[in-house]
C-alpha cells in the first residue's frame, strides 16, 4: 500500500491556486490489487445484477476504469429493465444514482440519459423531495443521503437546481443528518461530495452564486469533515459500510491522509475487513472500491477517469471467504417484537442462517404476532412492517435490528445469526 504523491513543487503551487481540490488521496498500491480480488468476484460474480445494485456495481466498476463490454452491457441492462419496471416509482436517489452510473466516464449510454430526459425527471424528483419537506416537519421523501445523490448527479450532468435552496437546507445542524441523534457518516460523507461539487462550479464560473453563499458552503464542507473525522475508530468512520464514502469526501475535502499513519491506518482495516467477508455483498463491495483505487464519485465525468484498466483480471473467480460451518448443524435463538409491549419467542434454525430465516420461522409459529413484510434495496430486503405496523419516512418510523441489545450494522438478509443470540426488531424513531 502506498499514498501517492504529487510532485511536491508543482503542488504546492496548484494547491495555492486552487483551494480545496488537489487533496491527498490515499489508495492501495498496485503490488497489493490481490487484496481487492474478493471485491470484484463479489460485484462479478452477484446473481444481483439488476436495479439499484447494477447502478452501484457500474458506477464502481466504471470509476476504477475496469473496462469489460459484456459486462457492462449485461449491467446496463439490468438498469434500464429496472427502470421500466419501477417507472415513476424510482426514488430520487435511485434515479440519480442511474444517471451516475450510465453517464460515468463519457460513454455512449449518454444518449439516453439525454433521450430518456433523466436530468429533468431528476430535478422534479428533487422538488419533490423539497416539497415534502414543506409539508412534513422537514423530512424528505426518502432522505439526506438521497438528496445529497441527487444535488451531485445534478451538478454533474448540468441539471437546474437553486443553489440558495441547497445553502438554506443542507446546514450542518439539520436533522436529516443524524439519525437517532447521531450524526450519519455516510449521509455526511456524501453531502459533503455534493457540496464540492457545486463549490467547484461556481468558483469555476460554472454557475452563479454570490460570495455569501459560496462561504456557507465552504463552512458546511468544513463542518461535516470534522462531524465525519470525530467518528473514526481504528481507521473507520462511522463503521466499515460508511468507511469507503467518508474516504472520498475526505480525498476532496481535508488534509486528512497527507498524515500518512492516518492513510495506512484506515487502508490496513478496510483490508482486514475485506479479507474477513465483510464486503459480500454487490453494493457494500460497489462502494468501497473506488476510495480504495484513490477515485470519487466527483471523477465521474472527468475526461482523464477511467482511462485504464487496472492490472487485475476480472474474470478471477477467487472464492469469497464463506463463514466455517461448525457443528451443531441447527442453532436456537431468541426472537421478539418490541413496539410498547415485547413479544418473544425461541426458534431453531440450520446454523448460517440470516435474521431474515429467523423472522420466517417465528412467523410461522405465530402468524398474528411475527407476521411482517419487506422491500427489495440496494443492500438486500428492508423490513417495512411488523404485525402490520408500517416504517414511515414522513414519520421517521422504523423498524431497528438488534442483537442482544446492540443495534446492527447489517441488514436482515447479510446479518448470520448465532447460537443462544437473543435478536429484536424495536419499534423505532430516526
Ligand atoms: N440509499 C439510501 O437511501 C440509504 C441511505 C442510508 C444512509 C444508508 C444506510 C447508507 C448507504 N450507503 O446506502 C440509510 N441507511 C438510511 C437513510 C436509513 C434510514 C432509511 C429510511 C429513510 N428515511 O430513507 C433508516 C430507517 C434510518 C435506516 N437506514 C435503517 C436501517 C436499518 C434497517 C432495518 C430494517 N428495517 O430492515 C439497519 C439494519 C440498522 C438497524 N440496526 O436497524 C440499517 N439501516 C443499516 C445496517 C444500514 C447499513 C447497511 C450495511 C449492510 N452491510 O447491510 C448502511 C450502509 C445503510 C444502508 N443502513 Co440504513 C449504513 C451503515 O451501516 N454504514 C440510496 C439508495 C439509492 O440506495
Request: proline fraction near 3%; charged fraction near 20%.
Amino acid at each position: 500500500m502506498r499514498p501517492s504523491y504529487q510532485l511536491p513543487l508543482v503542488g504546492l503551487l496548484l494547491s495555492s491556486l486552487i483551494p480545496g481540490q488537489l487533496c491527498k488521496i490515499c489508495e492501495v498500491s498496485k503490488e497489493n490489487y490481490s487484496d481487492l480480488k474478493p471485491l470484484l468476484s463479489t460485484m462479478v460474480n452477484s446473481k444481483y445484477t439488476r436495479g439499484i445494485q447494477a447502478a452501484n456495481t457500474l458506477l464502481s466498476l466504471r470509476l476504477v476504469g475496469i473496462q469489460n463490454q459484456s459486462l457492462e452491457h449485461q449491467l446496463t441492462q439490468g438498469i434500464q429493465e429496472d427502470m421500466k419496471r419501477k417507472g415513476s416509482d424510482l426514488t430520487s436517489g435511485q434515479l440519480a444514482l442511474i444517471i451516475l452510473a450510465l453517464g460515468a466516464c463519457k460513454n455512449t449510454d449518454e444518449v439516453f440519459i439525454s433521450d430518456a430526459h433523466l436530468v429533468r425527471k431528476l430535478e422534479e424528483k428533487f422538488q419533490a423531495e423539497i416539497e415534502n419537506m414543506e409539508i412534513h416537519n422537514g423530512n424528505p421523501l426518502t432522505n439526506y443521503y438521497q438528496l445529497s445523490l441527487d444535488v451531485l448527479a445534478l451538478c454533474l450532468f448540468s441539471g437546474d437546481y437553486s443553489v440558495t435552496e441547497i445553502v438554506d437546507r443542507f446546514t450542518p445542524d439539520n436533522k436529516n443528518y443524524y439519525f437517532g441523534g447521531h450524526f450519519s457518516v455516510d449521509t455526511g460523507a456524501m453531502a459533503v461530495l455534493a457540496l464540492t461539487c457545486v463549490q467547484r462550479s461556481i468558483t469555476s464560473g460554472k454557475i452563479e452564486a454570490d460570495e455569501k453563499d459560496l462561504n456557507k458552503i465552504n463552512h458546511y464542507r468544513e463542518s461535516l469533515v470534522n462531524k465525519t473525522l470525530s467518528e473514526e475508530k481504528d481507521g473507520l468512520f462511522g463503521n466499515t459500510y460508511s468507511t469507503g464514502e467518508a474516504m472520498q469526501a475526505l480525498f476532496v475535502s481535508s488534509n486528512y491522509f497527507e498524515n500518512e499513519q492516518n492513510c495506512q491506518k484506515t487502508l490496513h482495516t478496510v483490508l482486514r475487513n475485506v479479507s474477513q467477508g465483510a464486503f459480500r455483498t454487490p453494493t457494500a463491495a460497489a462502494q468501497i472500491l473506488p476510495a480504495l483505487m484513490g477515485k470519487t464519485y466527483l471523477d465521474v465525468n472527468k475526461d482523464s477517469a477511467c482511462a485504464h484498466s487496472p492490472d487485475f483480471n476480472i474474470s478471477s473467480d477467487d472464492p469469497v471467504s464463506v463463514t466455517p460451518t461448525a457443528s451443531p448443524s441447527k442453532i436456537t435463538v431468541n426472537y421478539s417484537v418490541q413496539i410498547n409491549k415485547t413479544y418473544s419467542t425461541s426458534v431453531t434454525v440450520k446454523n448460517g442462517s440470516v435474521f431474515l430465516d429467523v423472522m420466517e420461522a417465528a412467523q410461522k409459529k405465530n402468524r398474528t404476532l411475527f407476521c411482517f413484510t419487506t422491500e427489495e434495496s440496494s443492500w438486500g430486503p428492508y423490513v417495512t412492517s411488523v404485525q402490520g405496523i408500517q416504517a414511515n419516512n414522513n414519520d421517521r418510523t422504523y423498524w431497528e435490528l438488534l442483537s442482544n441489545g446492540k443495534s446492527l450494522s447489517q441488514g436482515v438478509g447479510s446479518y448470520v445469526v448465532k447460537d443462544g443470540d437473543n435478536l429484536e426488531v424495536r419499534w423505532a424513531k430516526y
